[in-house]
C-alpha cells in the first residue's frame, strides 16, 4: 500500500505541475471558467518568482539556525508571533472591508441554523431559496447541511447572537489557527527529516485565497482548520501513544465531518495511517506474543471511526424526525458523479443546471435513471479516448490551475469582482503552487528510501482529494485543503542546494 500511495503521490504532483505550466484558468463573474495557454514571458515571470521565494527563504532559515544561543531562539519566537498577528490583521481588515453578500447555500444554512436556535419553524422555513423551493424543501433535500447548521447553532447559543455575518469571525480565527497547526505538523516533521521553517510560514501566510474566503460564510474554513489539527493530533498520538490525543483527533474530525462532508478524505486517510502503523512492527508483537496490543490498536480505530460517525448520524436523524422530513425527497448522491463525468455551462465536471436541478425536483426519478446514463456516460467515454483525456485534461486544469481558487469570485460586491486585485493573486499563487509542487516532487524523490509514516500520511491526503475530485463535482474552491497539506511536504530541506547557498553565506561573510 505504501508503494502504492508514494507512486500515486509522485503521479498526481506532475499531473497538477505540468497543468499549470501549460495552462491558466479563470472564472468569469457569471462562473464560467476559461481555460488558457501561458505565455513563454507569463512563465518566465511564474518560475523566477517561484524561485525567488524558495531562495529568499533558504537563506533567512540558515541565518536564523546558525546560532542555537538563547537571544536567536527568542528572535525566532517573536518573529512567529509577528507573523501570525500581521496575517490575523489582514484578515480581520480584509472580512471588515469587503463585504460581499451573502446568498445561495450560506444563507440557507445560517437561517436553518437560526431556526434551530430560536425554534420559530414560521420565520425561515417559508422563504424561497435560490432553487425556486422554500427552506423547508430545501433542507429536505439537502439534509447533509443539518449538521453544519447545528455547529452554527451552537455558536450562536455559545455567544447569545444570531446574525449571520457574525459567522465570519470563526472563520477568521479558523484562518489563524490553520497557520499554526501547520506549523506543529511541520515540528512533527522535524522528528524526521529538518524543516524549513521560514519557508512554511512563507507558502500558509501568503496563501491568500484563505484568509480572502473568510468572508465566505461555509463550513470550508472552520472545518479544514479542524481536520488540520486532528492531522497534528493524530501524528502526537502515534508519536507517544497517549489515549488522549486520540480522543481529541477524534472530537476535531468529527467537528469537521459535521461541517464538510468531504473529510472523509481525512478520515480515510487517518485511518490508513494508524493501519500501516499496526503493520509497520506487526511481525515483532506477533514474534513477541504480543497481539493482545494489536487486538488494542484495531479497538481503537474502531473507536476513532464511532466517534466520527455516529453523532452527525444521531443530529441529522434528530432533525429529520423533528422537522418531519420526507427522506425519500432528500437529493441523490448519484447526481453528483453524474455531473462530475458532464460538460456544463461552467467548466467539464461542474455544476451542470439541467442535471442537478432534475436531481433536486426529481430525486426518486434520478435515482432510477442516472444510474443507466452513467453506465452509458462511461460507455462513450472508453469508446473515444481522445474526447476522454481532451475531458479530464479540462476538468482537472479547471480545479488545480484556476489560481485563486474562487476567492475573487466569491468576494464579489455589487456584481463586480476586485478586477485590479484578480492578476496579481492568480500570478502569485501560480507561482507558489508551482514551487509547493516542485518541492513536494524533489522531496519524494530524494527520500524514497526513507519516507517516514507521517509524510506518507499527508501524501495519502493528496492522493485521496486529486482522485475524489476526479470522481466527483468540480470547483477550484474544493481542491485548498490538498494544496495546504502539501505546505509541510514541500518545506522539508531539499539537501542537494544546502551547500551552495551555505557557500554563498560564508563567502559573504568572508
Known amino acids: 500500500m505504501k508503494k502504492i500511495i508514494y507512486y500515486l503521490g509522485i503521479l498526481f504532483l506532475i499531473i497538477v505541475l ?94 436553518l441554523a437560526q431556526t434551530m436556535n430560536r425554534g420559530n419553524l414560521e420565520e425561515f422555513f417559508p422563504n424561497v431559496t435560490y432553487a425556486g423551493i422554500s427552506l423547508w424543501e430545501y433542507v429536505e433535500r439537502y439534509t447533509q447541511q443539518i449538521t453544519l447548521a447545528f455547529i452554527y447553532m451552537i455558536f450562536f447559543k455559545i455567544i447569545h447572537f444570531d446574525a449571520v455575518s457574525i459567522l465570519r469571525g470563526p472563520n477568521v480565527l479558523s484562518a489563524v489557527f490553520i497557520v499554526w497547526g501547520l506549523y506543529k505538523i511541520g ?7 529538518k524543516i524549513n521553517k521560514v519557508l512554511l510560514l512563507v507558502f500558509i501566510t501568503t496563501f491568500v485565497a484563505l484568509p480572502m474566503l473568510t468572508t465566505f460564510v461555509y463550513g470550508d474554513i472552520p472545518g479544514l482548520c479542524f481536520c488540520i489539527w486532528s492531522v497534528y493530533f493524530i501524528m502526537k498520538f502515534i508519536e507517544l501513544k497517549k489515549i488522549r490525543y486520540i480522543l481529541i483527533s477524534s472530537l476535531f474530525m468529527m467537528i469537521a465531518y459535521m461541517m464538510r462532508m468531504n473529510s472523509l478524505i481525512f478520515v480515510i486517510a487517518t485511518v490508513i495511517y494508524l493501519i500501516l502503523n499496526v503493520f509497520k512492527d506487526i511481525k515483532q508483537k506477533i514474534k513477541d506474543k504480543q497481539i493482545k496490543d494489536i487486538w488494542i490498536s484495531i479497538a481503537i480505530i474502531c473507536m476513532y471511526l464511532l466517534i466520527i460517525m455516529v453523532p452527525p448520524r444521531v443530529i441529522t436523524n434528530y432533525y429529520i424526525n423533528k422537522y418531519n422530513f420526507d427522506k425519500t425527497k432528500s437529493y441523490p448522491t448519484i447526481s453528483w458523479i453524474y455531473l462530475a463525468m ?123 482529494g486529486f482522485s475524489f475530485h476526479i470522481l466527483w463535482e468540480a470547483k477550484s474552491r474544493y481542491i485548498i485543503p490538498y494544496i495546504v497539506i502539501l505546505m509541510p511536504v514541500a518545506s522539508i530541506t531539499i539537501e542537494n542546494i544546502k551547500f551552495n547557498i551555505k557557500n554563498i553565506l560564508n563567502n559573504k561573510e568572508k
Open 18 to 111: 505540468i497543468l499549470n505550466i501549460v495552462f491558466t484558468a479563470k472564472i468569469e463573474p457569471s462562473e464560467h471558467v476559461i481555460i488558457s495557454f501561458n505565455s513563454i514571458i507569463y512563465l518566465i515571470g511564474v518560475v523566477s518568482l517561484g524561485f525567488f521565494i524558495f531562495f529568499i527563504s533558504k537563506i533567512i532559515d540558515i541565518k536564523l539556525s546558525k546560532e542555537s544561543d538563547k537571544s536567536n531562539k527568542n528572535i525566532k519566537k517573536y518573529l512567529l508571533i509577528a507573523i501570525v498577528l500581521a496575517y490575523f490583521l489582514f484578515t480581520i481588515l480584509w472580512v471588515g472591508f469587503i463585504r460581499p453578500g451573502i446568498g445561495a447555500d450560506q444563507i440557507h444554512v445560517a437561517n
Open 187 to 193: 515540528d512533527q516533521l522535524s522528528k524526521s527529516y
Open 342 to 464: 458532464e460538460e456544463g455551462p461552467r467548466a467539464n465536471g461542474w455544476y451542470n443546471g439541467k442535471i442537478g436541478e432534475y436531481g433536486l425536483h426529481n430525486p426518486e426519478k434520478a435515482r432510477e435513471e442516472y444510474p443507466e446514463k452513467i453506465k452509458e456516460r462511461i460507455n462513450y467515454l472508453i469508446k473515444n479516448p481522445g474526447y476522454t483525456i481532451d475531458f479530464y485534461v479540462k476538468k482537472i486544469a479547471s480545479m488545480w490551475s484556476e489560481n485563486t481558487y474562487s476567492s475573487v469570485w466569491y468576494n464579489l460586491v455589487d456584481g463586480k469582482n476586485i478586477q485590479d486585485l484578480e492578476k496579481p493573486i492568480e500570478f502569485y499563487q501560480k507561482a507558489l503552487i508551482m514551487t509547493i509542487t516542485t518541492c513536494s516532487l524533489i522531496v519524494l524523490i530524494q527520500n524514497r528510501k526513507k519516507i517516514s509514516l507521517e509524510l506518507l500520511f499527508l501524501i495519502t491526503i493528496f492522493v485521496g
